[in-house]
């Protein structure tokens, strides 16, 4: 009975040593996921929140520690576009498409980084490898864009149509289009998306800023009845003023340049020199 209780108490330890031995791989396996985890907190952070400069040192240094995660040079592209470094980003967006374990969305990011540098030949070319299928919101916005450099309307009203049906918040597309119009003369076309988009963003000023402008080539000075600060009307206002007498409408812009100063809760300088060599 006591040989069967010994042998009963050393298999028993045997168990228990194996078990220890799982444990702890089991342990160290646990410890690596949440240094995975922390790492890629991390770099979420770093990405949304950090500091544009501050992501850029950090992710450099990553790289230089890790050169075969092909993510961490995601981050680092992403960083230098956020700190309006594009000359950079593009060597670095190079780097990733020229991997094969790149994708397309890479091939967009390296697009939109040339495009950020003027060279639309190099973004049109580059979205050119892109299949058809790959039919994304950001493509589409620059496939657009594209279009505009190219002065091929018809193609970038189409392409601009599309990527506003792809996402659930089209302001910034809404301002892209509408400037185009703007720049091809369609006053009308313009305001309309310029106040479409501020239906999907009502703080959005470039499109405030936009709207104004189109309404003054149409010869409609008036403020439009939206959102705005005190700031933002002052500022819009200016905004009319100048259109006014480029349009050789000089009174009408003494007036607008005059109620700018008046409603701008601090000193407007840029207004008062205007009226005032206006008056001169």
Not at 12 to 27: D, F, I, M, Y
Not at 64 to 77: A, C, S
Not at 105 to 123: C, E, F, P, Y
Not at 131 to 156: F, G, I
Request: hydrophobic share 40%.
């Amino acid at each position: 009975m006591r040989h069967i209780l010994c042998l009963t108490l050393c298999l028993t330890g045997l168990t228990a040593l194996g078990g220890c031995g799982n444990s702890e791989k089991q342990q160290q396996a646990a410890i690596d996921e949440v240094t995975k985890a922390d790492a890629a907190n991390m770099n979420e952070i770093m990405l949304t929140v950090g500091n544009p400069a501050d992501a850029v040192a950090y992710f450099q240094k990553m790289t230089l520690e890790q050169p075969n995660d092909l993510e961490l040079k995601r981050d680092l592209g992403i960083s230098l576009i956020r700190a309006d470094r594009p000359t950079e980003a593009v060597a670095v967006w190079k780097a990733v498409v020229a991997s094969p374990d790149s994708t397309n969305d890479d091939k967009v990011q390296l697009a939109s980084a040339l495009i950020r540098t003027n060279d639309w030949k190099g973004a049109a070319e580059t979205l050119n490898t892109v299949p058809p299928t790959y039919e994304t919101y950001e493509r589409y916005r620059l496939e657009a864009m594209v279009a505009d450099s190219q002065k091929n309307w018809k193609k970038a009203d189409s392409f601009y149509e599309i990527a506003v049906g792809l996402t659930p918040q089209p302001a910034n597309v809404l301002n892209n289009w509408g400037f185009s119009k703007l720049t091809r003369g369609d006053d009308a076309g313009a305001e309309r998306l310029f106040a479409e988009a501020l239906t999907y963003d009502p703080k959005m000023f470039t499109a405030k800023n936009n709207l104004v402008l189109a309404r003054a080539a149409q010869g409609k000075y008036d403020l439009p009845v939206i959102d705005m600060t005190q700031a933002e009307r002052a500022q819009l206002l200016y905004t009319a003023g100048l259109a006014a007498v480029k349009q050789g409408q000089v009174s009408i812009g003494k007036d607008l340049l005059q109620q700018a100063i008046d409603t701008s809760p601090q000193y407007f300088e840029a207004a008062v020199r205007s009226l005032e060599a206006l008056e001169g």
